[in-house]
């Protein structure tokens, strides 16, 4: 596609729902990044994928949160028993390779727990 | 770890004029890429202008620049000729060779007087 994707736009749940958020990044982009940009602060990373596998998943903040990456192209970030402390926007980015550090960033997908 | 302090959350700037936010960081690492990326209210990360440290030459784009002052670990970014568009919020990042992704600043927010 010509940018990355991400949907929903928007999302509310209510605490203790699972929920996917997903991302179709740009054609050919072999790295693909995650982030979550709580209220009022700046992104901060979750996962990153070269290709189909998670090559670090190190920011992830508890085992409630999950992403997959099957074939290689689009992502799904997985929450479950969803939190009013994961309220926030889901950043994902592309790049063409990980050694190249241009990444490019959707709009990303504002998560509501209410 | 690398930390990444913008210590400005607010700047305001009279259009046509010149402003100038500053950045912060630390690590340890000797190879790696610093970034300004600007986020408007549609919340896509755009990145603005990116420096590599091995260069001593201040990047360049068009009305905005950077001041990288490597021995003081200073990364600030000038925009000349300031137009309403500019307004948005603004994240420094930092990126190292040795690590997996950005890590951004806590972002300033930039007003624009016409």
């Known amino acids: 596609g010509a940018g990355v994707s991400q949907t929903p736009s928007n999302k509310v749940t209510e605490k203790g729902k699972y929920v996917e958020l997903r991302c179709d990044p740009i054609s050919g982009h072999t790295a693909l990044y995650w982030y979550r940009q709580s209220l009022g602060q700046g992104p901060e990373f979750l996962i990153y994928f070269q290709g189909t596998g998670a090559a670090d998943d190190s920011g992830l903040p508890n085992d409630r949160f999950f992403a997959v990456r099957p074939e290689g192209s689009v992502s799904t970030l997985k929450i479950q028993r969803t939190e009013r402390g994961d309220s926030a926007v889901y950043l994902c980015?592309?790049?063409?390779?990980?050694?190249?550090?241009?990444?490019?960033f959707g709009q990303g997908t504002r998560l509501t727990v209410v | 770890a690398q930390t990444v302090t913008q210590s400005q959350p607010e700047m305001s700037v009279q259009e046509a004029e010149t402003v100038t936010l500053s950045c912060t960081y630390d690590t340890s690492e000797s190879d790696y890429y610093l970034f300004w990326y600007k986020q408007p209210p549609s919340r896509q990360m755009i990145l603005v202008i990116r420096q590599e440290a091995y260069k001593q030459q201040n990047a360049t784009e068009n009305r905005f620049s950077v001041n990288f002052q490597k021995a003081a670990k200073s990364f600030s970014l000038k925009i000349s000729d300031s137009q309403l568009g500019d307004a948005a919020m603004y994240f420094c990042?930092?990126?190292?060779?040795?690590?997996?992704?950005?890590?951004f600043g806590g972002g300033t927010r930039l007003m624009v007087k016409p």
């Open positions: 990042a930092f990126w190292g060779r040795a690590g997996n992704m950005l890590t």
């Open positions: 980015a592309s790049s063409l390779g990980h050694a190249n550090t241009e990444a490019f």
